[in-house]
């Protein structure tokens, strides 16, 4: 059905393109329910997967929030650890059983560098950067 | 054709009648939860749903570390048990277990518990309670075996090393009794722990939003959030192995002696920053309710070396020298001649009744002579000398980071004639007996910084303790404070090297305390005054030393203080073996080279 609406004002246009255009309109009462409702059905479970992903999503936060915390929890355990492994009790008993004995003052032997060799060492070595 | 539209017909129907019936029954739902039972069901849901109240989020305590990384204070995870009354039930064994664990309720209220008896409120039962003993309760919470019954976890501050740096980490107490299924607030009570309090708490945060009956967050309910910020980790100076070699010499000497107590501090000179401060008889801040004794309670509670007054005795010596030399009252080749032994009408007498009629000033430290001594303080104006004093910080707060430092001025002259500190006027006979170290009082800290003055050129460094403070990744590192150029570095060379001569003669058979290092030692002896007596101790002493090394460019500074039990413990027998084993492994630990011209390594 073609109508020509050229001539008429826009307001006039619209209203008749939308009475005689969309014709899904004109559904049967039946029809239209069972649109309705197939429509209010869509929506709920689209709002139910949404609700249940933000429900979801908040498991998992709380999750990890508690995951987070258990993590903490084992730095601070490995903390411990390292305590008890490192502190100087457990050193010396380590050093006794192993043979070792603490060094005397007059047992340190200290090796002085000549100057001349440290500067030297240092020019040949910025001298070594400098190669490719 | 017309059989199938008319099929389709009734399956278009019967989709609608169902689907209508669905509705029907959802509206019908609805209207009951809505309308008919809206009054009863908002009464549930407030009386289950926690409100809108602001939870707070316990911030996270900072470490606190030794020099080297160790952690020295750290959090432990720990529950705490809490009982509802009115739900409290459960099979006979997991009732039990719950009353094996109560603890921390009296009696009567635990006995009422234990029986069901229909009691009101909710009751916390146990603390600190290890997740390793709880594991069975956890279980029959799980199986349903046991209501009522609630494990928090709560965060127990934890010291790896117990009594080793009890005095110096010091401890956390909560601050609040809980009252709320909420943790409560630990603070620190002594110690680094609550000199540094403000930084290691960090700030608690709070949540605001809709919960659960099990207190946990309802997702899609309405909710605000403030995160905290967590404590600041604090890394010291003090170093741990020389922390426990310190320890370790110390309680060795104290129990070979029979002494009541004693501490070392060891400091940097140039920097003084505090690399060991031990402290015995000591207590385990893991465990701070078991401490009832005195010793016990100064150790835990106070800091001994830096907030235990004490007369220095002749360790004092090195400073009432140094300034005579400053003020050019004496000069670093006088010989004191004297004929008697009385000095503003107070008798004066050595520490071995000797009488040496002439001294020069490396003789009065060798002899460690109090006449001498006596007789170089009575020539430096009384004013002059108790300025020096009090610019070295004696009687003050050094202002480490350590609670407890208290300020106890000593007498000095003043304009009126009158007592600045309310007790006896000062006389003359003051600046005798203060010029060897008795009538003044002075924390062990105190005389280590001022002599630590002595020993680096000049300088009084501010003592700190302090190394670095990191959050979140960054570190501030703290900067040694000079508080005050007191001596000229030719002062201190001087009397460094008479303190160096003294060293030279404290080994075992007369000759160098450590072959191969020029190091300078003073010991002192000091009585113990009685108050309210207003006098003296009859026996009991305080055997302390002073050493530092190398003697021309110090790395360490060892101040030893042993307190005798009741007879007279003398700091050349007692503290100069604990100093000097310190010593020698302090130079081994830090690779000090040999002093040149000392017999040692070129």
């Not at chain 2, 690399?275 to 150790?299: F, I, K, R």
């Not at chain 2, 203080?561 to 050349?572: D, Q, Y």
């Not at chain 2, 100069?576 to 081994?588: D, K, Q």
């Amino acid at each position: 059905m073609a109508v020509q609406t050229r001539h008429l004002r826009p307001i006039w246009q619209a209203k008749i393109r939308r009475a005689v255009l969309p014709r899904y309109f004109r559904l049967s009462g039946k029809a239209f329910f069972l649109l309705i409702v197939l429509a209010a059905s869509l929506l709920a479970l689209m709002a139910l997967a949404q609700t249940g992903r933000v429900v979801a999503a908040g498991w998992q936060l709380r999750e990890l929030e508690k995951k987070e915390q258990e993590l903490l929890w084992e730095r601070e355990e490995l903390l411990r650890q390292i305590a008890e492994a490192a502190s100087p009790a457990e050193l010396e008993r380590w050093a006794q059983e192993h043979g070792l004995e603490p060094v005397k003052p007059e047992e340190l032997i200290f090796i002085p560098l000549p100057s001349e060799g440290l500067s030297q060492d240092k020019e040949s070595g910025s001298s070594l950067a400098g190669k490719p | 054709m017309l059989e199938f539209s008319l099929q389709a017909r009734r399956r278009t129907l019967a989709i609608i009648v169902l689907l209508s019936l669905l509705a029907l029954a959802l509206f019908g739902r609805l209207l009951e939860i809505q309308i008919l039972r809206q009054g009863e069901l908002i009464a549930r849901a407030e009386a289950e749903i926690r409100g809108l109240e602001k939870f707070p989020i316990r911030a996270r305590r900072g470490h606190i570390y030794d020099a080297q990384g160790r952690p020295l204070a750290l959090s432990k995870k720990s529950y705490t048990l809490w009982v509802d009354g009115p739900t409290f039930d459960g099979t006979p064994a997991a009732i039990a277990e719950v009353g094996r664990l109560c603890t921390a309720q009296p009696r009567e209220i635990l006995a009422e518990i234990m029986a069901r008896k229909p009691i009101t409120g909710t009751y916390c039962c146990a603390y600190f309670l290890d997740p390793t003993t709880v594991e069975g309760l956890q279980k029959a919470i799980e199986n349903r075996e046991l209501t009522g019954v609630t494990l928090l976890v709560e965060p127990k501050r934890y010291y790896p090393y117990g009594e080793l740096v009890a005095s110096t980490v010091g401890f956390v107490q909560r601050s609040n009794s809980p009252q709320t299924n909420l943790s409560g607030e630990f603070h620190g009570v002594s110690g680094i722990e609550a000199s540094c309090d403000r930084w290691l708490y960090g700030e608690d945060g709070w949540v605001s939003g809709e919960r659960d009956p099990w207190g946990d967050p309802i997702p899609i309910g309405e909710r605000e959030e403030h995160p905290p910020t967590d404590g600041a980790d604090i890394t010291l100076t003090l170093d741990l192995n020389i922390q426990y070699v310190a320890y370790n010499r110390l309680v060795e000497a104290v129990q070979r002696w029979d002494a009541r107590r004693g501490d070392i501090v060891i400091l940097t000179p140039k920097t003084a920053a505090i690399l060991a401060l031990a402290v015995y008889p000591s207590a385990d801040p893991n465990h701070p309710e078991d401490c009832a004794g005195a010793a016990c309670q100064m150790a835990l509670y106070g800091n001994p070396p830096v907030t235990l007054y004490y007369e220095p005795g002749s360790t004092m010596k090195i400073l009432t020298i140094a300034i005579a030399l400053e003020e050019h009252v004496v000069g670093p080749d006088t010989v004191l001649t004297y004929t008697t032994t009385t000095l503003c009408g107070i008798p004066v007498s050595n520490w071995n009744y000797q009488f040496y009629p002439e001294e020069s000033l490396s003789e009065i430290l060798l002899h460690s002579s109090n006449i001498g001594a006596a007789l170089v303080g009575s020539r430096i104006p009384p004013k002059i000398y108790y300025r020096y004093l009090e610019r070295l910080g004696l009687g003050r707060p050094t202002g480490v980071e350590l609670t407890g430092e208290e300020e106890r001025p000593f007498r000095r002259p003043s304009e009126n004639g009158e007592s600045d500190t309310g007790g006896p006027r000062w006389t003359c006979a003051d600046q005798v007996a203060n010029s060897y170290g008795q009538g003044i009082a002075v924390t062990p800290l105190q005389l280590a910084s001022a002599i630590g003055a002595v020993a680096n050129g000049g300088n009084l460094m501010q003592p700190h303790i302090v190394q670095a403070i990191g959050r979140n990744g960054v570190i501030t590192p703290t900067v040694p404070v000079l508080r005050e150029r007191i001596f000229h570095p030719e002062t201190c060379r001087n009397v460094t090297e008479m303190l160096a001569a003294v060293g030279d003669t404290k080994g075992p058979d007369g000759g160098p305390l450590i072959p191969g290092y020029r190091v300078a030692v003073k010991t002192g002896t000091s009585k113990i005054p009685i108050p309210e007596l207003g006098r003296y101790e009859e026996y009991r002493t305080i055997a302390s030393a002073v050493l530092y090394a190398p003697a021309d460019d110090p790395r360490f500074l060892i101040l030893v203080r042993i307190e005798s039990n009741a007879g007279t413990l003398w700091g050349e027998e007692a503290a100069i073996p604990v100093a000097a084993s310190l010593a020698e492994f302090l130079i081994t630990y830090l690779h000090i080279p040999p002093s040149t011209g000392t017999g040692g390594m070129p």
